[in-house]
Protein backbone atom coordinates (compact mmCIF):
# COMPACT_ATOMS: atom_id res chain seq x y z
CA UNK A 1 0.00 0.00 0.00
CA UNK A 2 0.52 3.55 -0.31
CA UNK A 3 2.96 4.97 2.21
CA UNK A 4 5.27 8.17 3.45
CA UNK A 5 7.28 8.06 6.14
CA UNK A 6 8.73 11.37 7.47
CA UNK A 7 12.03 12.01 9.83
CA UNK A 8 14.72 14.68 10.21
CA UNK A 9 12.43 17.33 12.15
CA UNK A 10 13.11 18.49 15.43
CA UNK A 11 14.09 22.00 17.76
CA UNK A 12 16.28 24.45 16.15
CA UNK A 13 16.89 27.86 17.26
CA UNK A 14 16.15 30.77 14.67
CA UNK A 15 18.64 30.75 12.12
CA UNK A 16 19.35 27.07 12.18
CA UNK A 17 19.09 24.42 9.75
CA UNK A 18 17.13 20.51 9.69
CA UNK A 19 16.65 18.23 7.06
CA UNK A 20 13.31 16.44 6.51
CA UNK A 21 13.12 13.15 4.42
CA UNK A 22 10.30 11.37 3.07
CA UNK A 23 10.72 7.81 2.02
CA UNK A 24 7.86 6.45 0.38
CA UNK A 25 6.91 3.09 -0.91
CA UNK A 26 4.09 1.21 -2.60
CA UNK A 27 4.17 3.56 -5.53
CA UNK A 28 6.34 4.26 -8.76
CA UNK A 29 8.27 6.50 -6.97
CA UNK A 30 10.22 7.85 -9.92
CA UNK A 31 7.30 8.29 -11.97
CA UNK A 32 5.53 11.24 -9.78
CA UNK A 33 6.46 14.52 -9.40
CA UNK A 34 6.40 14.74 -4.79
CA UNK A 35 5.74 17.65 -2.72
CA UNK A 36 6.57 18.96 0.94
CA UNK A 37 3.62 20.42 3.16
CA UNK A 38 3.48 21.85 6.15
CA UNK A 39 0.70 21.90 8.70
CA UNK A 40 -0.01 24.13 11.64
CA UNK A 41 -2.68 22.73 14.26
CA UNK A 42 -5.92 24.58 13.39
CA UNK A 43 -4.53 25.64 9.80
CA UNK A 44 -4.92 23.99 6.49
CA UNK A 45 -2.08 21.92 5.01
CA UNK A 46 0.13 24.12 2.59
CA UNK A 47 2.32 22.75 0.08
CA UNK A 48 5.42 24.63 0.60
CA UNK A 49 8.02 23.08 -2.26
CA UNK A 50 8.09 20.03 -4.91
CA UNK A 51 10.03 18.54 -7.48
CA UNK A 52 8.75 16.98 -10.92
CA UNK A 53 10.26 14.25 -12.46
CA UNK A 54 12.86 15.87 -14.31
CA UNK A 55 14.04 17.74 -11.20
CA UNK A 56 11.83 21.15 -11.89
CA UNK A 57 11.68 22.51 -8.31
CA UNK A 58 8.49 24.94 -6.55
CA UNK A 59 8.56 26.81 -3.61
CA UNK A 60 6.06 28.70 -1.66
CA UNK A 61 6.94 32.15 -1.80
CA UNK A 62 7.78 32.23 2.21
CA UNK A 63 10.39 29.37 2.04
CA UNK A 64 11.97 30.77 -1.46
CA UNK A 65 15.68 31.13 -1.11
CA UNK A 66 15.74 29.18 2.10
CA UNK A 67 14.52 26.00 1.18
CA UNK A 68 15.70 23.53 -1.42
CA UNK A 69 14.39 20.13 -2.46
CA UNK A 70 15.75 17.33 -4.02
CA UNK A 71 15.28 13.75 -4.52
CA UNK A 72 16.90 10.23 -5.12
CA UNK A 73 15.17 8.23 -7.30
CA UNK A 74 16.78 4.88 -6.28
CA UNK A 75 16.38 5.38 -2.84
CA UNK A 76 12.85 6.71 -3.14
CA UNK A 77 13.38 9.62 -0.99
CA UNK A 78 12.49 12.93 -1.39
CA UNK A 79 14.41 15.82 0.82
CA UNK A 80 13.63 19.47 2.03
CA UNK A 81 16.71 21.13 3.15
CA UNK A 82 15.55 24.41 5.34
CA UNK A 83 18.35 26.92 5.69
CA UNK A 84 17.69 30.13 8.22
CA UNK A 85 15.04 29.11 9.75
CA UNK A 86 12.30 31.20 10.90
CA UNK A 87 9.54 30.71 14.22
CA UNK A 88 6.74 30.98 11.59
CA UNK A 89 8.43 27.57 9.86
CA UNK A 90 7.19 26.09 12.88
CA UNK A 91 4.70 23.23 11.62
CA UNK A 92 4.59 19.85 11.28
CA UNK A 93 5.92 18.67 7.27
CA UNK A 94 4.44 16.16 5.29
CA UNK A 95 5.09 14.52 1.93
CA UNK A 96 3.11 13.27 -0.76
CA UNK A 97 3.18 12.81 -5.01
CA UNK A 98 2.23 15.29 -6.91
CA UNK A 99 3.69 18.91 -8.04
CA UNK A 100 0.70 21.09 -6.91
CA UNK A 101 -1.76 19.60 -4.88
CA UNK A 102 -1.34 15.85 -3.24
CA UNK A 103 -1.92 13.07 -5.57
CA UNK A 104 -2.64 10.51 -2.99
CA UNK A 105 -5.01 10.44 0.36
CA UNK A 106 -2.94 8.54 2.39
CA UNK A 107 -0.52 11.05 3.96
CA UNK A 108 2.22 9.70 6.86
CA UNK A 109 2.83 10.84 10.72
CA UNK A 110 4.60 13.94 9.61
CA UNK A 111 7.82 15.02 11.62
CA UNK A 112 7.62 18.34 13.84
CA UNK A 113 10.01 21.14 13.02
CA UNK A 114 9.84 23.54 15.95
CA UNK A 115 11.55 27.17 15.31
CA UNK A 116 12.80 28.44 18.13
CA UNK A 117 12.94 32.34 18.31
Known amino acids: QVQFVESGGGLVQAGGSLRLLCVAS????????MGWYRQVRGKQRELVAS???????NFADSVKGRFTISRDNAKKTVYLQMNTLKPEDTAVYYC???????????WGQGTQVTVSS
Open 51 to 57: ISVGGTT
Open 96 to 106: NAGMRAPIFPQ
Open 26 to 33: GINFGGYA
